[in-house]
């Protein structure tokens, strides 16, 4: 029976891959992506992202398919340039992907001047959308996750923060936007930068216990910085009322992994976890990721996905009016309007995304709520509420 | 200083063939680009321990203060490009001139010292944010000019510059071994005490060696920032400016002046071409392995190895 | 303000204690051969990444670990005296470079087993807090902390009572006479790799425990020690642990006083500083100048 059932199954995937393969032209789109080196982790995230977004895409599109082809960057600039370089060779029609403002930089540098349209979430700097190029786009920026980070401070109506970031470039642009925002407002910030190598913040956390005696501990870093920081604050247990954190943090990953330090611990997240998706493509993503990956998807997943849909929705537009070759991608995905898994994205002259605000998560008995903002709210804030 | 015949008609296809016939194809150009910009660290690498006798584990600090010499002064002074570059070269000589201390110390704590010169640039780098622009790094670095008529912020134009840079390196390599100072290192080679006996101050030549081989590393540095046109402090002082030049040296052999050029567009044409696609994530093993294997079996590198069947006397330096 | 520096004392003492016993390894191998292994972070991280495995795989303390860490780091030690070994001239920068080559493939190899996400130990035990009046610290940290004493403490006791520990202290100051009286430098030296693999295993399991690890963190590692060998000066164990201390502690204190961006700063500058103004280290003997 097994075995029949089996046989059926390739026969049909035989068909449908002919049928595919009848009427469809194959359209080729590049992935310049950092899948060794220092980026390789969220590399990965983001690519499984994009495969996600082939699959959904060349199954509901019905015309036009199409087909990813993969260089890998290697976390390193010149390598990004000659990613892309190899793909447009290939006969690239445009390029998904990108982790790093250094490397998206060159990157996009190279993709404008050989005519491709590039699209990627992995780059906040400013100066990325501050050239002005016609052809690159971005879905998030550094605004969407001040926006958050304040907007959630601003709910718990605190009057003073302490903000502890590593010196990297994205965590120091964010750390420093977020302190003169909140200085704005009245709020006493301190600033605390930390070198990416250091390993033991309890000297640092004792210095916010003692000195500055903030409400609330405010982290921009990365996963091993987080797990530093909220060690070092769960054995010196400083007299604050909540542990705001930024991306990687309120992810299934670190609730699994690191049960006890994260309870009542905030960061950026789109969905709650166990993820439910209300909107068709949503559950289509996420059944998708399953079933390609057999997890469910994470926020580096969710990014690459919506970037590439846009990208290949413009791509399919761009055909149907036959400019494919002649620029019609980057004009289709400046139009680009429409309700994705990140909100609303439409892009400004420069290619940014005009409406992205990120949303604020919060671990709570080993899931994640989104307590912020109200509207896209799944859950109550836990508030005060820190994991010791 | 006789050029053979074989040498100019390399010299005569690298700068008329290559472009000619390669020109056309971004890709393949811009990771011959890389490989020469990784060729160029490695002959200096290469100068400073065949003449000098010092491994370095710190050639980025070099690589990275010219880069941000040459960016800086391009965008703040606006220097032209091209005199930015050899202002870039002259900061990487005045960054050695702080080494001069550890240039007493033996070998493994030379090596180790220069190491914690580029960690100390790096972390000044990213706090001195008023002129290196901190760890957001400096965008949109001024890429070459126009040359009579030749755009050299083209691929085959940079390929160009770097390729001169390389030859003009060569050049003054070979002009230094083959002049007194050159004889006198090599004597201070076999016995650093023999040469003090006849008055040949060892460490001032050292010094001298540190020098040249920092100018060749900064301008290097400095090319790479105006093709990149992107600089930050991570990159700048990465420790791929010194993992690759090492095996690319070591591997062709750092005795010799070609060697670590012909080891560099070897190593890192086939890394990239081969090793890259066999094991996509973790790839650089291999580096790490043909290291091992180059120092146990022949340290003197892949150049002497070919050579072996007819070995003439001037092998080494 | 007392408080404050009296908690980065401590926070000092305590990360000293992990940084000596890797340290102590890479000056007990320079002192037999002459050889700094520059993939010594790297067999530290092993053990750590073989604490992980044991901790995910099978739900054990890490602590647990240390047996299998044992037995793989110091296989792995040998290993890279077996090569080293096999270098025929000039030894002395030649097996910087190949120990450099051991250290990218080991990097590479655990980021290709374990890949690039960032690990610690999930154990609550580990984390909790343990506090002594105005000091802070995770159990994990003390009781480390504890057992490097012990280590050291005994690698003491090896290195003046026991034969082989005195070959090696007979070889690191006089090879050629040790020779005279009998003493195989082979042996020393396999003896000397193998106690470095012993305290490394230790010092990973330490690591992840406390820390975060992640598969390019090697090279930290092993230039941590190094400084810390040039701050003790070569062939004093007491040196070694002064120095590591000084170290931990002066860290610390960079980031309670002034900012903890320059941590990084003060032990590069530390380092520098020693090799200017006292070359053979502060309880060195003399022999390091060129």
Redesign the interface.
């Known amino acids: 029976m097994n075995r029949i059932s089996s046989k059926i199954g390739l026969v049909a995937a035989a068909l449908s891959l002919h049928v595919g393969g009848a009427f469809a032209d194959e359209i080729l789109v590049g992935a310049e992506i950092p899948l060794t080196g220092s980026l390789a982790r969220v590399g990965a995230g983001m690519h499984e992202g994009i495969s996600v977004a082939v699959d959904v895409f060349n199954k509901t599109n019905g015309k036009h398919t199409i087909k990813i082809v993969t260089a890998d960057d290697e976390s390193a600039p010149a390598k990004a340039i000659a990613a892309v370089e190899k793909l447009a060779g290939d006969g690239v029609v445009a390029i998904t992907g990108g982790y790093g403002s250094n490397n998206i930089g060159p990157a996009s540098d190279a993709a404008n001047k050989l005519g491709l349209p590039y699209i990627t979430s992995g780059g906040v700097a400013e100066n990325l959308t501050e050239r002005g190029y016609k052809t690159f786009f971005r879905i998030n920026n550094t605004a969407g996750y001040q926006k958050a980070m304040v907007g959630l401070l601003d709910t718990m109506q605190i009057k003073s923060a302490s903000v502890v970031y590593s010196t990297k470039e994205a965590t120091a642009d964010l750390a420093k936007d977020v302190e003169k925002e909140l200085a704005a407002k009245g709020v006493a910030v301190t600033l605390h930068a930390f070198d990416p190598a250091i390993t033991d913040f309890k000297p640092i956390i004792n210095k916010v216990r003692l000195q500055d005696k903030p409400e609330v501990i405010v982290m921009v870093g990365y996963e091993n910085d987080y797990v530093g920081i909220l060690r070092a604050a769960k054995v010196l247990k400083p007299k604050v009322k909540a542990m705001v954190g930024v991306w990687s943090l309120a992810t299934p990953k670190m609730a699994s992994d690191f049960p006890d330090l994260m309870p009542s611990v905030y960061g950026t997240a789109l969905l709650p976890f166990p993820a439910e998706f209300q909107t068709e493509e949503g559950k289509r993503f996420a059944d998708t990721y399953m079933k390609l990956y057999n997890k469910a998807p994470d926020y580096l997943g969710q990014f690459g996905f919506v970037q590439s849909m846009i990208l290949f929705e413009a791509i399919a537009r761009a055909a149907d009016a036959g400019t494919l070759k002649s620029g019609g991608i980057a004009q289709e995905l400046a139009r680009t309007d429409r309700q994705t898994l990140i909100g609303r994205v439409q892009f400004s002259d420069k290619g940014d995304n005009l409406n992205f605000v990120h949303r604020m998560g919060q671990h709570q008995d080993g899931k994640i709520a989104i307590v912020w903002p109200s509207d896209a709210a799944t859950g109550k804030m836990n508030f005060p509420g820190v994991p010791w | 200083m006789k050029m053979s015949k074989t040498g100019l008609a390399v010299i005569f296809a690298a700068y008329v063939l290559v472009p000619l016939l390669l020109g056309s194809?971004?890709?393949v150009m811009?990771?011959i680009v890389?490989a020469m910009?990784i060729g160029g660290i490695a002959l200096a690498w290469a100068l400073l321990g065949n003449l000098g006798g010092m491994?370095s584990?710190g050639h980025s600090a070099f690589f990275g203060v010219g880069a941000y010499v040459s960016a800086i002064l391009t965008m703040k002074a606006g220097v032209p490009v091209l005199a930015a570059m050899l202002l870039g070269g002259a900061g990487a000589v005045a960054a050695s001139l702080a080494m001069l201390?550890?240039l007493?110390?033996?070998?493994?704590?030379f090596?180790?010292?220069i190491?914690?010169?580029a960690?100390?640039f790096k972390?000044l780098a990213?706090?001195w944010s008023s002129v290196t622009g901190?760890?957001?790094?400096l965008?949109?670095v001024p890429r070459f000019p126009t040359l009579m008529g030749v755009d050299l912020s083209s691929k085959t134009g940079s390929y160009l510059i770097v390729l001169s840079l390389l030859l003009v390196f060569i050049a003054a390599y070979r002009l230094i071994r083959s002049s007194h100072y050159g004889i006198a290192l090599r004597a201070m080679h076999d016995s650093?005490d023999a040469t003090r006996v006849v008055g040949v101050n060892s460490t001032l030549l050292k010094a001298l060696m540190l020098f040249v081989s920092a100018f060749m590393t900064g301008v290097i540095g400095a090319f790479?920032v105006h093709y990149?046109?992107?600089l930050?402090p991570?990159?700048a002082f990465?420790?791929?400016w010194v993992?690759l030049p090492?095996?690319a040296a070591?591997f062709g052999g750092y005795r010799t002046i070609l060697g670590p050029l012909v080891g560099a567009v070897t190593v890192y044409l086939v890394d990239?071409l081969v090793f890259?696609n066999l094991?996509?994530?973790?790839?650089?093993?291999v580096?790490?392995?043909?290291?091992?294997a180059m120092?146990?079996f022949s340290?003197g590198g892949l150049m002497p190895l070919l050579r072996k069947g007819s070995r003439r006397k001037h092998a080494a330096a | 303000m007392s408080e404050l520096i009296m908690q980065a004392l401590y926070s000092g003492v305590l990360q000293g204690g992990s940084y000596a016993l890797i340290a102590l390894g890479l000056a007990l191998v320079f002192g037999t051969m002459k050889v700094i292994n520059l993939a010594h972070g790297e067999l530290v991280l092993l053990a750590a990444y073989m604490a992980y495995t044991v901790e995910s795989r099978f739900g054990l303390s890490p602590m647990f670990a240390i047996p299998v860490a044992l037995v793989l780091v110091c296989i792995c030690a040998v290993l890279v005296y077996f090569l080293i070994s096999l270098i025929r001239k000039d030894r002395e920068l030649n097996s910087l470079i190949l120990t450099y080559g051991v250290g990218i493939i080991l990097t590479n190899a655990v980021l290709l087993i374990w890949s690039a996400d960032v690990r610690s130990t999930s154990s609550a035990w580990m984390q909790d807090a343990l506090v002594f009046g105005p000091f802070y610290s995770m159990r994990s940290e003390v009781l480390f902390f504890v057992v490097s004493m012990a280590l050291m403490g005994g690698l003491w006791w090896w290195l003046s009572k026991s034969w082989y520990g005195r070959a090696v202290r007979a070889v690191s100051s006089n090879r050629d006479a040790a020779k005279l009286m009998g003493i195989n430098p082979r042996t020393t030296e396999i003896v000397s790799f193998v106690v470095a693999g012993i305290l490394a295993a230790f010092a990973g399991v330490a690591i992840f425990s406390y820390g975060v690890i992640q598969p390019a963190f090697g090279h930290a590692l092993t230039v941590k020690a190094f400084i810390i060998t040039v701050l003790a000066g070569i062939g004093s164990i007491p040196g070694v642990m002064v120095g590591a201390l000084l170290l931990g502690i002066a860290e610390a204190l960079t980031v309670t006083l002034a900012s903890s961006a320059l941590q990084e700063l003060v032990g590069m500058g530390l380092f520098l500083l020693v090799l200017f103004v006292m070359p053979n280290g502060l309880f060195g003997a003399a022999g390091r100048r060129g």
């Open positions: 194809n971004s890709y811009s990771l890389a910009i491994v584990f201390p550890v007493r110390l033996k070998g493994p704590y090596a180790l010292a190491l914690a010169y960690h100390i972390i990213t706090e901190g760890s957001a790094g965008a949109s650093e790479n990149i046109n992107f930050e991570d990159y990465s420790g791929l993992t090492i095996v070591i990239q890259k094991i996509p994530s973790g790839h650089q093993l580096l790490g392995a043909l290291l091992v120092i146990i340290p």
